[in-house]
């Protein structure tokens, strides 16, 4: 098989991935999924775990999943019969014991105290999946100046996997004092690398874009800077959950063909689009490598 014939399969595969992802209220059984893609029904479902795997099913299952525990986590206000209803499912029990099955947790419980760590191992075939066949050159690299951006930092420290506890303390303080995603930048920081770094070392810094006065709070919300100069920007569209590859990217490969060297600064994102807000595939992320 050629490449550009390698390159048309991987397309019509990962053009299933964006239907789901645009049509998780919808039928996603195997005729319409092997429609999408234009393959014979009959192979489709080998041909799908073959590519990403995991089977079709599971992959549509782990996306409702996803989208309904986003939701009873950052949305108080979401009715869980009416997440029930949006992941298929007739009634809320019987929601109720597939999220316990998938996650670990019924959704009461998962609202009220989330086990990310479980979490994050029940969804990890998501991730490995929409990161499959994932590739980037050195075109898609950029180098632009970023502005001086005083920020709102909340600062995690510890093992990775409980980051989101964080991330829903900080979310409820944004929207505490009027910082919301659609008013204030959102950025992260990633001082360490995950891969070597021991989980009781590990830091993230998650921000927003402010030049108020912070005042003394309870989430442990702090000023800073993200300083201004050159940066090397990768934009990543789709899931962003994980940006290790595309950081390798800019690390292994870009920098050093591009004769830069890098500033004395972390590498740092901008979040411009937003899942759930957005169908996973039509997140966008800007990776910041600041340079001299």
Not at 16 to 42: G, N, Q, T, Y
Not at 125 to 145: E, G, I, K, Q
Not at 167 to 196: H, K, M, N, Q, Y
Not at 259 to 271: I, S, T, V
Request: net charge neutral.
């Amino acid at each position: 098989m050629g490449k550009t014939a390698l390159e048309n399969y991987q397309a019509r595969m990962r053009r299933v991935l964006d239907h789901i992802d645009r049509h998780l209220d919808e039928d996603l059984s195997l005729d319409v999924l092997s429609d999408v893609a234009a393959f014979s029904k009959h192979h489709f479902h080998r041909q799908f775990g073959a590519t990403f795997g995991v089977s079709a099913h599971r992959y549509v299952q782990l996306a409702r999943m996803k989208r309904a525990s986003y939701r009873l986590a950052f949305h108080a206000d979401d009715n869980v019969t009416a997440i029930a209803l949006d992941s298929g499912y007739e009634a809320p029990d019987a929601f109720a014991r597939a999220f316990r099955e998938c996650v670990g947790q019924t959704p009461s419980a998962f609202r009220k105290s989330p086990d990310w760590e479980q979490w994050l191992a029940a969804l990890e075939p998501l991730d490995r999946a929409r990161s499959a066949n994932m590739t980037y050159s050195p075109a898609d690299v950029t180098v632009r100046d970023f502005p001086p951006t005083p920020v709102a930092i909340l600062t995690h420290r510890g093992d990775p996997a409980r980051v989101y506890e964080s991330v829903r303390r900080f979310i409820e303080w944004r929207r505490s004092v009027g910082l919301s995603r659609d008013i204030a930048a959102t950025f992260t920081i990633f001082p360490c690398d995950p891969r070597i770094t021991a989980p009781e070392a590990f830091r993230i810094d998650l921000c927003a874009a402010s030049d108020r006065p912070i005042a003394a709070n309870a989430a442990g919300v702090t000023s800073g800077l993200i300083p201004g100069g050159r940066c090397a920007v990768l934009r990543v569209i789709g899931s962003s959950e994980n940006l290790e590859r595309p950081a390798l990217f800019l690390y292994r490969d870009w920098l050093p063909a591009s004769g830069e060297e890098p500033r004395d600064f972390p590498l740092f994102c901008q979040r411009i689009a937003f899942y759930p807000d957005v169908p996973e595939h039509e997140t966008i992320t800007d990776l910041f490598l600041p340079i001299r």
